[in-house]
């Protein structure tokens, strides 16, 4: 479907509503529970208005960034979301193409529908970064993030908050499994790659400590973020044990519902922090105004997540470059209209009701 008439992220959901099965939809659309955290990630962003400056002389603008020394065209990045190729064929591949053409960064998923190295065939070594979900079995994860580290992923995402799997109301009534011939394709050789039994995986580890992070620091070179923390107190422990950055999040409402949402944790985390890591936030990014938002809180960059799920199934790769085309027109507007150069330019003082709690945590 030619998604080129769509002129904005919201418009994309109701058609994939339409073209995906029902349970297939309810996987990637709803959260646990009541779907409040789902609701709110969305909501919070839309309590929270710009102070823009005037006659600024930004006729031209940059979006760049760095993060770990690694240049992205702009401060977006591809959140991990599991079983891509459900949505449309060419699954996580042609998200990686995508995002890559466009100087972003994806996170693949431990739970891609695709091999590590075949998501990797034809991107940049510089535009993948690899999210694990730790095995109970530490060799066969070592082996893992090593596999990641040779086909050139560039940095290793641990995911914290899915020691069990939320209560996920909707998967449970549309009695979710991975559609055949569809595999887990990155699971351990003996592991169990189909179906529900990959959904529910008893791989991965139930028992998680902050050691853990000094554990996968010990077998990777590469940085090391801790994604799924929600607390300042949480946040200055990752980095006391070795964590080169903190991705801000609720896991997209699909784990603890009624938990806080990220751009409303950022500020305590940025603040906890003070600078000793780089920050990310993912969690109801649907406007270039979010992404403002999110960096005059002191976040380095955001994820983006179900309207890329939305527009690859609508449209495949051209789909999911056409969500990310109007999320990055939609920040260069909302920059030029904040009378912002660059985004060093973005601070906290464009935030309604800024105050000195948003200044030291963006010091």
């Known amino acids: 479907m030619d998604t080129s008439h769509l002129l904005n992220l919201r418009e994309y959901e109701p058609l994939a509503r339409e073209k995906l099965s029902r349970m297939i939809f309810d996987y990637y ?33 940059s979006m760049n960034v760095s993060i770990f020394g ?25 998200v990686a ?5 466009r100087g972003l960064n994806m996170v693949v998923s431990t739970s891609a529908t695709m091999a590590l190295e075949d998501i990797a065939t034809g991107v940049p070594e510089g535009a993948r970064w690899f999210q694990l979900y730790l095995y109970k079995d ?25 020691p069990y799997l939320g209560y996920r109301e909707a998967d449970i009534r549309n009695n979710f499994g991975l559609p055949p011939p569809l595999e ?4 351990p050789p003996d592991a169990t790659r189909d179906g529900l039994a990959a959904y529910v995986s008893p791989l991965f580890e139930d028992n998680l400590r902050w050691s853990d992070v000094e554990w996968l620091k010990s077998v990777t070179g590469l940085p090391v973020l801790v994604k799924g923390l929600l607390r300042g107190d949480d946040a200055r422990l990752a980095v006391d044990h ?12 699909r784990q603890l519902d009624t938990a806080i949402s990220g751009i409303n944790a950022l500020p305590e985390v940025v603040e906890a922090v003070d600078g000793a890591a780089e920050i ?59 009378g912002c150069r660059s985004l060093a330019d973005v601070t906290p003082d464009l935030l309604a009701g800024y105050s000195p709690i948003q200044e030291r945590a963006v010091r």
Not at 149 to 159: F, H, M, R, S, W
Request: proline share 4%; with cysteine; net charge neutral.
């Open 138 to 162: 530490r060799a066969a994860a070592r082996d893992l993030v090593q596999l990641a580290e040779v086909v050139g992923y560039k940095a290793i995402v641990l995911t914290v908050d899915r």
């Open 280 to 338: 990310l936030v993912d969690g109801g990014i649907r406007r270039g105004t979010d992404v403002i938002k999110a960096l005059a809180y002191g976040a380095k960059a955001v994820l983006l997540g179900r309207p890329v799920l939305w527009g690859l199934a609508l449209d495949g790769e051209a789909g999911v470059g056409r969500v990310l085309d109007l999320l990055l027109q939609e920040l260069d507007l909302a920059l030029a209209l904040c």
């Open 70 to 94: 690694q240049p992205m065209n702009a401060p977006i990045l591809i959140a991990p979301m599991a079983y891509m190729m459900m949505a449309h064929p060419d699954g996580e591949a042609a």
């Open 29 to 61: 659309a709803n959260g646990a529970n009541d779907d409040l955290t789902v609701r709110e990630n969305e909501a919070a962003f839309q309590r929270i208005f710009l102070r823009p400056r005037m006659m600024a002389g930004n006729a031209a603008r």
């Open 184 to 187: 887990v394709k990155n699971l």
């Open 97 to 101: 193409r995508a995002a890559a053409a």
């Open 242 to 253: 070795g964590a080169d950055g903190i991705i801000v999040s609720n896991h997209g409402g």
